[in-house]
């Protein structure tokens, strides 16, 4: 069978997930857009998984609409991505997760901004959450600065961007190490790469993400404790190596964050310690700026990310 060349390929990682996997998988045959090319990768599912994936691809696949099958045997999210990622031949690539969805416009209006806007390395979109109840929230942030909005808002979450296949590769791709908020490490490493062009995607969100307990990134915040740690030490080593230690107090911010998001759950143990780590070897102005955000995310569950940006944000240029 020979295949038309789509402009993107779509990664997803996949383990043990038959009664969530149906309603991502229709999101993706219902995309108005062809060509499209899928790259699905059973990271060692021990459920009926596997036998889903291969059903929908003989019932999908066609010239215009490719599906391969990888599997990787190494656990772990990040690992089933990089297997698909060496199996990439288009110009970009975006990855996705199993518990979620995209509207059947949302491949489309990537593909045609792209395709308007070739200068283009990572291009960028909001999502909207929904609730256990059936309510959306709409996930969308503005700043001018897209590392320190990237640091506080996570824009570019897995299921939140495209970039250029190269980029990512040159970048060392997700680090199979980290645990979790590693689409945190990763972004941090794109944007800190010289002269690229992000730019947004605007208008309604196209991808609606379903939180769940047994998730990549789960509900809970102590649980990951650890991992936050590993990652936000990561970002620091990134920052410091390509010269861009103006964003090491945003950093400093995001662990006061996690430490009132800690604190909030009722771990004081991870809260203290994370507090604590964010306050070392700032001055006496800027520990009190990082107990307000701390405060503030303990007290209320919201507000650090707006506090840490008044305090720590680069003033925007002028015009």
Not at 20 to 27: E, G, K, Q
Not at 123 to 139: E, F, S, T, Y
Not at 169 to 189: F, I, Q, V, Y
Request: with cysteine; proline share 4%.
């Amino acid at each position: 069978m020979e295949y038309q060349k789509p402009l993107i390929t779509i990664i997803m990682p996949v383990r043990d997930r038959d009664r969530i996997v149906p309603r991502t998988l229709h999101s993706f045959a219902m995309q108005t857009l062809r060509p499209l090319h899928f790259i699905l990768v059973d990271n060692g599912s021990t459920d009926n998984t596997t036998e889903i994936l291969c059903k929908w691809k003989s019932d999908h696949e066609s010239d215009t609409f490719r599906v391969d099958i990888v599997h990787e045997s190494k656990p772990g999210a990040s690992a089933a991505r990089n297997k698909g990622l060496e199996n990439v031949k288009t110009e970009y690539v975006m990855f996705f997760d199993s518990d979620d969805e995209m509207r059947p416009d949302h491949l489309k209006r990537i593909t045609d901004t792209l395709t308007a806007r070739p200068d283009t390395d990572i291009l960028r979109w909001d999502v909207a959450i929904m609730d256990p109840d059936g309510w959306m929230n709409v996930k969308s942030q503005h700043w001018h600065d897209e590392m320190q909005l990237h640091l506080m808002h996570g824009t570019l979450a897995t299921q939140r961007w495209v970039a250029r296949t190269e980029l990512v590769r040159k970048t060392g791709g997700w680090d199979t190490s980290l645990p979790n908020w590693n689409d945190l490490e990763l972004g941090c490493r794109m944007l800190c790469t010289d002269g690229i062009k992000i730019r947004k995607l605007h208008g309604e969100p196209t991808v609606v993400i379903h939180p769940c307990d047994d998730s990549i990134t789960g509900t809970s915040y102590s649980s990951r404790a650890d991992g936050h740690r590993m990652a936000l030490d990561r970002i620091d080593s990134i920052l410091t190596d390509t010269a861009r230690s103006e964003y090491l107090s945003t950093v400093s911010a995001k662990r006061a964050i996690a430490a009132g998001n800690y604190r909030k759950e009722g771990d004081r143990e991870n809260a203290s310690a994370m507090l604590q780590q964010a306050k070392k070897g700032h001055t006496l102005k800027e520990r009190l700026a990082l107990s307000a955000i701390y405060t503030s995310v303990r007290l209320f569950g919201h507000g650090g990310a707006s506090l840490a940006l008044f305090f720590f944000g680069k003033k925007a240029p002028k015009s």
